[in-house]
Nanobody, 120 residues
Framework: QVQLVDAGGGLVQAGGSLRLSCAAS????????MGWFRQAPGKEREFVAR????????DYVDAVKGRFTISRDNAKNTVYLQMNSLNPEDAAVYYC?????????????WGQGTQVTVSS
């Protein structure tokens, strides 16, 4: 099994920054990629960013390009999401997720979520 613990959310003013982290553990942790998703009230969960665990190649949703940066520390089994220039539309519960090499981009493991609130 794989356990993901995400953290780092909070309240920030518009224009501010936050850094989320997600620590993975478990004997079967062997991802092809890890990702960040978010869900705002009344909306469906949406993809934000992902990083391929081996190569470090990244993908982002258009809405966060140039403002958010996903990175990973392979030695610590941890993925980060640096969020800059936050605006109220970024407010949501953010979830990290992990797939497996057997099923790239099929995110079967999820963190518990961390709340990001942006005040205008």
């Amino acid at each position: 099994q794989v356990q993901l613990v995400d953290a780092g959310g909070g309240l920030v003013q518009a224009g501010g920054s936050l850094r989320l982290s997600c620590a993975a553990s478990g004997r079967t942790f062997n991802p092809y990629s890890m990702g960040w998703f978010r869900q705002a009230p009344g909306k469906e969960r949406e993809f934000v960013a992902r990083i391929r665990w081996s190569s470090g190649t990244t993908d982002y949703v258009d809405a966060v390009k140039g403002r958010f940066t996903i990175s990973r520390d392979n030695a610590k089994n941890t993925v980060y999401l640096q969020m800059n220039s936050l605006n109220p539309e970024d407010a949501a519960v953010y979830y990290c997720a992990s797939d497996s090499k057997a099923s790239p981009f099929a995110y079967d493991y999820w963190g518990q979520g961390t709340q990001v609130t942006v005040s205008s």
